[in-house]
């Protein structure tokens, strides 16, 4: 069987005034492979763009598995 990376997308969760539970961003059209250092850096930039304090993120990869 092989597989055939089809897509990654990154879902960051902030909190902040006004959701303290969380508020969920997604971004699609990430590369293959996402380095912890690059969440962390697209974390910071959402924190100095906002007041709001950077919580997690979920990365999703979608594979297509064909048997040969």
Same mark, same amino acid.
């Given at each position: *069987?092989?597989?055939?990376?089809?897509? &990654?997308?990154?879902?960051? &969760?902030?909190? =902040?005034?006004?959701?303290?539970?969380?508020?969920?961003?997604? +971004?699609?059209? *990430?590369?293959?492979?996402?380095?912890?250092?690059?969440?962390?850096?697209? =974390?910071?930039?959402?924190?100095?763009?906002?007041?709001?304090?950077?919580? +997690?993120? &979920?990365? &999703?990869?979608?594979?297509?598995?064909?048997?040969?």
């Amino acid at each position: *069987m092989g597989k055939n990376w089809l897509k &990654t997308a990154v879902t960051v &969760t902030i909190s =902040g005034e006004g959701h303290e539970e969380g508020l969920k961003r997604s +971004f699609g059209n *990430m590369p293959e492979t996402v380095t912890d250092d690059q969440i962390k850096g697209l =974390g910071s930039v959402l924190e100095a763009v906002s007041k709001d304090k950077f919580d +997690f993120a &979920t990365v &999703t990869t979608t594979e297509k598995i064909v048997n040969n």
